[in-house]
């Protein structure tokens, strides 16, 4: 990643209407269920960035076509038998994602699987995934770090009651795939209720999957009959989330985000930023594959906020921006129970630290958090920012640039192309 880019703080707000892209776990989620299902499965919306990619791109070493027509993407299942095995590892890249679902997708087939990713993800705890499938009886070897490369024995598997030791839907997820292919139905409970996309699709494709209602137990009825579906994306909103940010921000802006998700496991954002003084309302609410709806973002003062355990899986992707937010409002607040982010991309606690401090903002780390004191007169002390190869952190640092006078350099910009290949002529387009 080399690219450098140069921010110039906006003197007029954001105007105008966009579309932003297909979902990220929505996405990878549609490849693969897709892949196991038996028909043609047929995705519109889908989010071509390079961690979808990377799931693509494993597909098809493991045999199945993809295709793509008119803005389209097919995938021509065969059902999960047909999944064949690859000679070269599978190819990861940056996607924890890809990595965590397809472990436990491949447990459970009847051959042998390599993974391997880039230096980021490969120092990401994959444990997490490869102890509770040991327990349905997956034989996963990883370093010594418990990271990649991996090697996954394939195995018979038996389904288990499984307490899972982190909040974390890319781990229930690969239980759920495990489960899937297990001689006895699986029972998961989670710490905390985490994004249920896996589970609402796998029911769309003719899986019996059982949500109690605590929304943290979950049963897997295994071998289920999969059906190619049509799956319609609906917009990320954890991509629209830097725009409501920077349109909350930057005075005098209003903007409309088009057919964005409103799956209540995603709109932490959307409800914290409401409850700092956001000015953001539902227009129209529409049900692609899932529920979703135009978002209307006015700029707006904001409060101080304190988040706890709770509060974070509903808006983990978001919380860099939640700190910016935070910088820039009246008050004193604190993110506690959110020690996730130290496993992320980067260790998003330190880089959003790091940057943030850059800008003047006054904010220190907490083992588990971050405390912000907010004020709209930062101070920078350089202007040369960093993504630190991290996608999320180089966003918000280019939504922070806006904030100020003057320009900055955003370092490795081109981070950005993990989840949002587009966002700088995105939010170009809002800029009048
Ligand atoms: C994702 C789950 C989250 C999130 C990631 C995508 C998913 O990770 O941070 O960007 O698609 O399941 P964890 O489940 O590990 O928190």
Redesign the pocket.
Known sequence: MKETRLITGLKNGLKGELAVPGD??IS??ALLIGAISQGKTVIDHFLKSQDCLHTLGALQQLGVTITEQNSQVQVWGQGIEHLSPSAAPLEMGNS??TT??MLGLLAGRPFDSYFQGDASLSQRPMKRVSEPLAKMGAEIALTAAGTLPAKVKGHKLHGEKIALQ????????AVIFAGLQADNPTKIIEKLP??N??ELMLRQFGAEIITAADQRTITVIPKPKLLGQQIQVPGDP?SAAFFMAAATLVPESSIILKNVSLNPTRTGFLRILQKMGGKVSILNQTKLSENSGDLKVESAKLHAIQLTAADI?AV??ELPLVALLAARATGKSKITGAE?LRV?ETDRIATVTEELSKLGVNIQELPDGLVISGSTKWQPVTNQLDSHGDHRIGMMLAVAALCIQGSLELQQADAVKISYPGFFADLQQLIV
């Open positions: 990220k776990s990878h989620r924890g994602t965590r679902l982190v909040a974390s839907a890319q781990v229930k997820s985490t994004r996309h896996t954890s899986p983990i992707d996730e992320k």
